[in-house]
């Protein structure tokens, strides 16, 4: 009997120590992202002119919202570290009056797989671009 407070004092210990939240880590989520720019592979960097039409927002239920230009849209994502998926996102399809942006953004959202929050800042990766938010 004199273990268990010491088994007991063990599970609790550990318990604390677990994370429940399967979307990762708090830095990144219930955050409104404002898109700033977008590097492509062989391309100028692109300066978004109105990050607060480009943005995300990543929920704790796995529900990523969007806003792309004038096009409002959801989809799932999952978070495991670093690495980060975004499914196919459910759009809106409204022309908008700065055409091309929002595909291309909603696009690169679609095929991102790695992202780093830093001093206010999320960096999104996929393999030929770079996307650069603030918070």
């Given amino acids: 009997m004199k273990g268990l407070p010491l088994v007991v004092l063990i599970l609790a210990a550990g318990a604390v120590g677990c994370d429940e939240s399967p979307t990762g880590p708090t830095e990144l989520v219930d955050i409104t992202w404002k898109l700033e720019t977008v590097a492509r592979a062989g391309s100028a960097l692109v300066t978004v002119p109105n990050p607060e039409q480009f943005t995300i927002r990543f929920e704790t239920n796995g529900t990523a919202s969007v806003r792309a230009d004038c096009n409002s849209c959801t989809g799932r994502y ?46 999104m990766t996929g393999s030929e671009f770079t996307l650069r938010f603030r918070n």
Avoid at 87 to 95: D, E, G, K
Avoid at 96 to 108: K, M, N, R, V
């Fill in 78 to 123: 999952v978070l495991d570290g670093s690495s980060i998926s975004i499914q196919t996102l459910a759009c809106t399809r409204v022309a908008c009056p700065t055409p091309g942006l929002d595909q291309l953004y909603t696009s690169a959202l679609e095929n991102v797989r790695a992202q780093n929050v830093a001093n206010g800042n999320l960096i």
